[in-house]
């Protein structure tokens, strides 16, 4: 069995009750014969008659090389897809919209997510102790909550965004500007680091027993009801009420969506019906994001709500595979995103082909072609109408007619 409930209280791993503390100890095994076991579930010393204790080296079980696999392909992958994503848009200007300045946030709090925690969550599984410090074990659970925090309030906002430009395409030009959305974004983050506090406070580190003397980085609550609470804190703050937020923004798009258009005038009708079908797309891959982000994270949190409120709900070795296997869905989570843009965000996909031309087999002499040609009246070409970010475009006149000043307003907005 590997040290994951015993071993760090990282995300999505049991936060430390009183009665499941392991109490410092540095009898020796000789002396503790016959009269002391380690649970090897609650990770708590308990006194048994006529047990001997646990010596020589633990079978931390096949988790112990599987995981640490998993999770170095999960960030293999998350790392170069996410920064890619970060690269084209700020290599490319017609990338720079706000839906895109989001979803850059979004991928800077996943690199920071693999970068920082995920390869201590995978010592966790490696190893029966914590050899990082005091300091670490507070950072890298402190900022493993607020890169969750971040994230799933940059997906609310991202939703959000969504709904502001499909259901008040024209009101909601002065709130979505780029400017706004780099303000809105540098709040989220600071939400984050305030949010996440209690974990830096409780975090630290445990001396305990398990075949020899250890040290854990467990989180500390001075009782039943606090950690119930934090935990209970925790999960309506980071995931929750954010896609309550996200849920209702695509609620109220669909009823947009599907109330009947007013007819638009006869030299704009191509020009909308394309910023329409642009703005239908890139909602869809926003709340595809969303969605895989609700369905990774669902499982962990129903385990942990379950064995906080519930702490004598026994720990089984099927329990504990379950949560091995939720823990490493989370975490997928981080490097799905771009695959996603890439399948999903027209745009995205046919930028990426401009950066890597060679990857693509693309020739990287003739640029790939971004423009929608719109035939006008004379059977002549009239506009060329460009995405911009896959939520916009930009309808510029060839000819004597010039575009009107909405359709200005939205391309910088986009």
Request: proline share 6%.
């Amino acid at each position: 069995m590997s040290a994951l409930f015993r071993n760090g209280s990282l995300l999505g791993m049991d936060d430390v009750l009183p009665s499941e503390l392991i109490p410092d100890t540095t009898i020796p095994p000789t002396e503790v014969s016959n009269t002391s076991a380690v649970d090897d579930f609650a990770g708590s010393l308990s006194l048994k008659s006529g047990v001997e204790a646990l010596v020589g080296e633990p079978d931390l079980g096949p988790e112990a090389y599987a995981v640490p696999t998993v999770f170095a392909i999960i960030c293999a992958i998350g790392i170069a897809g996410n920064a890619l994503v970060i690269f084209v848009v700020c290599k490319y200007q017609q990338m720079k919209s706000v839906t895109n300045y989001y979803i850059v946030n979004l991928a800077i709090a996943d690199i920071a997510f693999l970068v920082c925690c995920v390869p201590f969550s995978a010592a966790v599984f490696a190893t029966t102790s914590w050899h990082y410090g005091l300091f670490m074990c507070k950072f890298v659970n402190y900022f493993m909550l607020v890169t969750l925090q971040a994230t799933c309030l940059t997906l609310a906002a991202l939703s959000f965004d969504r709904y502001l430009a499909i259901v008040h395409p024209v009101s909601s030009l002065v709130y979505r500007t780029k400017g706004k959305a780099k303000i809105v974004s540098a709040v989220i983050w600071l939400v984050s680091f305030l949010a996440s506090i209690p974990v830096a406070v409780y975090q630290t580190e445990v001396k305990g027993y398990w075949y020899g003397p250890q040290i854990y980085c467990r989180r500390m609550f001075p009782s039943l009801e606090a950690a119930q609470a934090f935990m209970i804190y925790s999960v309506l703050v980071s995931y929750v009420i954010p896609l309550m937020v996200s849920a209702t923004s695509y609620i109220l798009i669909l009823r947009r969506v599907c109330r009947p258009a007013v007819q638009p005038e006869a030299n704009n009708a191509v020009i909308q019906a394309h910023q329409a079908k642009q703005k239908r797309k890139v909602a869809l891959m926003v709340a595809t994001v969303v969605l895989l982000f609700t369905l990774s994270w669902l499982p962990n949190h129903i385990l942990n709500l379950w064995r906080c409120l519930d702490p004598k709900s026994p720990m089984t070795p099927t329990i504990h595979y379950i949560k091995i296997v939720a823990l490493c869905l989370s975490y997928a989570n981080s490097s799905i995103n771009p695959i996603v843009y890439s399948f999903m965000g027209e745009d995205f996909r046919k930028n990426f082909k401009k950066a890597f031309p060679r990857c693509f087999k693309v020739n990287a002499v003739v640029p790939v072609n971004d423009q929608l040609e719109l035939p006008g009246p004379s059977g002549k070409k009239a506009f060329n109408v460009t995405d911009k970010a896959g939520q916009s475009t930009e309808a510029a006149c060839q000819s004597t007619q010039k575009a009107s000043s909405t359709s200005k307003d939205m391309q910088s907005s986009a």
